[in-house]
């Protein structure tokens, strides 16, 4: 089993900066994805940012060049640096390690990007 727990979440004016963190434990294969997902109120989940334990990254087009996806293979953390956040950010923010195995996810932070 693998547990994720996500920190930083909060309220931050549009235009703000934000980062989170996220970090796992239990039994965690070095091959895998760690991610970040947000669901805002009544939407779907979508994906933010992922990178792999390689370093390669994909983002989503509302976020790039505004947020910044970063690892530490040896602590088996992921961040998320988000900077000119906007009113849509609003939502619950999910970190998420996908393995061979399966999909593991964090129990989510809350962000509201508000004035």
């Known amino acids: 089993q693998v547990q994720l727990v996500e920190s930083g979440g909060g309220m931050v004016q549009p235009g703000g900066s934000l980062s989170l963190s996220c970090a796992a434990s239990?039994?965690?294969?070095?091959?895998?994805?760690m991610a970040w997902y947000r669901q805002a109120p009544g939407a779907e989940r979508e994906l933010v940012a992922r990178?792999?334990?390689?370093?390669?990254?994909t983002y989503a087009d509302s976020v790039k060049g505004r947020f910044s996806i970063s690892r530490d293979n040896a602590k088996n953390t992921v961040s998320l640096q988000m900077n000119w956040l906007k009113p849509e950010g609003t939502a619950v923010y999910y970190c998420?390690?996908?393995?061979?195995?399966?999909?593991?996810w964090g129990q989510g932070t809350l962000v509201t990007v508000s004035s």
């Open positions: 998420d390690l996908c393995d061979w195995r399966r999909d593991y």
């Open positions: 239990g039994n965690i294969f070095s091959n895998n994805v």
């Open positions: 990178m792999r334990s390689g370093g390669s990254t």
